[in-house]
Structures are given as structure tokens and as C-alpha cells.
């Protein structure tokens, strides 16, 4: 069975600093890995997948993730990050078993100061 | 959220009382996804169907009962034998179908709050 880890229950960064979410996952075959966003009481957004392709995956709102096989992670990252960024980050990892079906990691909260 | 409506956005519920949360989709998407978010903990799995007429139970499928009938309905009926229901529950929706090489993302709802009074 596959598993995701976010190892970092809360992030804090300055604004304008660079932001990095980490993630690592366990799968038995080809990783399908995603990125989500969840501002209060709403929904999940998708911000970017990883499929095949280029190692570094550029998203939604300025994000990026980069692919390492050999680490097995696929830590989400911004460049300089904004108050607005502040939510709550969740990565996932595609079930092959089951279709479009996904693994969530628990989640890591982001904290923007200004 | 676009495409996804959910409602109600608040339910509360008495004990020993049947609940059903409403999830439509105008995406077209073949799969719908229902799942449970609790505090400090990730999403969980409740069921999830990939064509009409047919679902599977997802990792905490206990105490929940859905149904398929339409394309763009997946609603979830939370029973009283769930013993704790109090939560957010999210669906969600994608294209795609098993066998078909689609790894396609999720679109989620913005959810409903499930409270037990």
C-alpha cells in the first residue's frame, strides 16, 4: 500500500522569504504525486501533479514542486512567499489500484508573517 | 470549488438520527469521491465510485452508505452507526476511468460540517 508523509505539522516563514513544504511518499510503482491547498472552511484546491516528465513541476499562485526519485519526495516550494500563502498544504499520492483514487498526507500548516 | 456544489455548508445532527449530504458535479467527471477531514489529521477515504451504478467502500467506510444513480449526484448518507460523525466532509470529483491511462486531479467541493448535537 502506498503512504504519504508531510514530516512538518507547521511551516513559518517571513514574506518574500522562499517557502518549502516537505513530502515524501512510499508507492510500489510509478509515483502520481499532488499538491493541494486548503484556506478555512473551504475545500481543496489543486495546485500541480507530478506524472512523468521533468523532475520540477510548476503549479498554480507561483508554486513548484520538485520530483527526486532517489529520495522519494516531492517537496512543494515558492520562491518568496505571501501572507495569502498561509493555509493549510496537503500532498497526495495516486492510487494505481483503484483508479483516480488518492492517499492524503496529514497535512502541513503554513504560516506567512509579514 | 467551481463545479462542485455541496450542501448543506452546516448540519447538525441528534443522536440516532439518519443524515444525507448532497454532492453534484457539472464537470462531467465519471468518478466522485467522498471524505472525512478531522482536525490535525489528513483526508480520509469514505467511499468512492468511478461509474454510475457502482461504488466501493473507501479505508473508513463504516457507518456511511451512498448511491450512484445519476452521473452528477453522489450523495452520502452518514447512519446512526457512525459513532462519532462530528466532521468536515469533502467531495470530490475527476475524469477518468480505470484502464484508460487518465491520471487526472480532484476537484473539491467546499464542503459541508457535520456536527452532533
Known amino acids: 500500500a502506498q503512504s504519504v508523509a508531510q514530516p512538518e505539522d507547521q511551516v513559518n516563514v517571513a514574506e518574500g522569504n522562499p517557502l518549502t513544504v516537505k513530502c515524501t511518499y512510499s508507492v510500489s510503482g510509478n509515483p502520481y504525486l499532488f499538491w493541494y491547498v486548503q484556506y478555512p472552511n473551504r475545500g481543496l484546491q489543486f495546485l500541480l501533479k507530478y506524472i512523468t516528465g521533468d523532475n520540477l513541476v510548476k503549479g498554480s499562485y507561483g508554486f513548484e514542486a520538485e520530483f527526486n526519485k532517489s529520495q522519494t519526495s516531492f517537496h512543494l516550494k515558492k520562491p518568496s512567499a505571501l501572507v495569502s500563502d498561509s493555509a493549510l498544504y496537503f500532498c497526495a499520492v495516486r492510487d494505481q489500484a483503484a483508479g483516480n483514487k488518492l492517499t492524503f498526507g496529514g497535512g502541513t500548516r503554513v504560516l506567512v508573517k509579514p | 470549488d467551481g463545479g462542485i456544489t455541496q450542501s448543506p455548508k452546516y448540519l447538525f445532527r441528534k443522536e440516532g438520527q439518519n443524515v444525507t449530504l448532497s454532492c453534484e458535479q457539472n464537470?462531467?467527471?465519471?468518478?466522485m469521491y467522498w471524505y472525512r477531514q478531522d482536525p490535525g489529521q489528513g483526508l480520509r477515504l469514505i467511499y468512492y465510485s468511478q461509474i454510475v451504478n457502482d461504488f466501493q467502500k473507501g479505508d473508513i467506510a463504516e457507518g456511511y452508505s451512498v448511491s450512484r444513480e445519476k452521473k452528477e449526484s453522489f450523495p452520502l448518507t452518514v447512519t446512526s452507526a457512525q459513532k462519532n460523525p462530528t466532521a468536515f466532509y469533502l467531495c470530490a470529483s475527476s475524469k477518468g476511468l480505470p484502464g484508460l491511462g487518465q491520471i487526472s486531479e480532484q476537484f473539491f467541493g467546499p464542503g459541508t460540517r457535520l456536527t452532533v448535537l
Open positions: 464537470l462531467n467527471h465519471d468518478a
